[in-house]
């Protein structure tokens, strides 16, 4: 009977360890990722794109991601609207305000698969000195040691003091946002 039980315990203790190396930490490739958000000016499309962010997954299993963390930091200065008028306006305390506030950070521990391949992380965004819980939707799409996570969520810019004073009102620049982002990441280790 000692002899059955051997393999019991022994198949017993491997599972653990077998379930966590599923998990993995993931960090940005930066190179082929994109984070954009689209404004409106006059109801009309005014695109952006931050050109300097880091993305880090840690923990992520697919089929069991509430372990997970998830860590982005976006340096709000490398804005780019492809306007020299526009990215000069928008470093101004009324926007962004490069000054006192270089970075925005969004941190979630709450992540959740909603379907196969979607998920959802819900944490707090940091941005020109406010914190406001966000939810991000994504999916992620794995091959190998490589994998993207693609999404898109509206923002609305009031809530952390964007556009502030004459922009206000919202008749020429819109209040909402739309932030997309198709992000490479490689698995660390």
Same mark, same amino acid.
């Given at each position: 009977?000692?002899?059955?039980?051997?393999?019991?315990?022994?198949?017993?203790?491997?599972?653990? #360890? %077998?379930?966590?190396?599923?998990?993995? !930490?993931?960090?940005?490739?930066?190179?082929?990722?994109?984070?954009?958000?689209?404004?409106?000016?006059?109801?009309?499309?005014?695109?952006?794109?931050?050109?300097?962010?880091?993305? +880090?997954?840690?923990? =992520?299993?697919? !089929?069991?991601?509430?372990?997970?963390?998830? !860590?982005?930091? &976006?340096?709000?200065?490398?804005? !780019? #609207?492809?306007?020299?008028?526009?990215?000069?306006?928008?470093?101004?305390?009324?926007? =962004?305000? =490069?000054?006192?506030?270089?970075?925005?950070?969004?941190?979630?521990?709450?992540?959740?698969?909603?379907?196969?391949?979607?998920?959802?992380?819900?944490?707090?965004? %940091?941005?020109?000195?406010?914190?406001?819980?966000?939810?991000?939707? =994504?999916?992620?799409?794995?091959? *190998?040691?490589?994998?993207? #996570?693609? *999404? @898109?969520?509206? &923002?609305?810019?009031?809530?952390?003091?964007?556009?502030?004073? @004459?922009?206000?009102?919202? %008749?020429?620049? *819109?209040?909402?946002? +739309?932030?997309?982002?198709?992000?490479?990441?490689?698995? @660390?280790?």
């Amino acid at each position: 009977m000692e002899a059955r039980v051997r393999p019991a315990w022994i198949i017993a203790l491997a599972f653990p #360890m %077998s379930t966590q190396a599923l998990a993995a !930490d993931w960090k940005l490739d930066p190179a082929p990722s994109r984070l954009e958000f689209v404004a409106t000016f006059e109801k009309n499309a005014a695109p952006g794109v931050f050109k300097d962010f880091d993305t +880090r997954l840690a923990r =992520f299993e697919p !089929d069991k991601p509430e372990a997970a963390k998830l !860590d982005v930091t &976006v340096k709000i200065t490398s804005a !780019d #609207m492809k306007s020299g008028d526009v990215n000069r306006a928008i470093r101004g305390p009324e926007w =962004f305000d =490069f000054a006192r506030f270089p970075q925005a950070e969004f941190h979630a521990e709450d992540i959740r698969r909603v379907a196969a391949g979607r998920y959802l992380a819900r944490g707090v965004l %940091s941005l020109k000195g406010v914190k406001r819980e966000l939810e991000v939707p =994504f999916t992620w799409q794995e091959s *190998g040691n490589a994998a993207t #996570m693609e *999404g @898109e969520l509206n &923002v609305e810019r009031l809530q952390f003091g964007i556009g502030t004073g @004459e922009w206000a009102n919202g %008749s020429t620049i *819109g209040l909402g946002v +739309r932030v997309k982002f198709n992000v490479r990441l490689r698995k @660390e280790g």
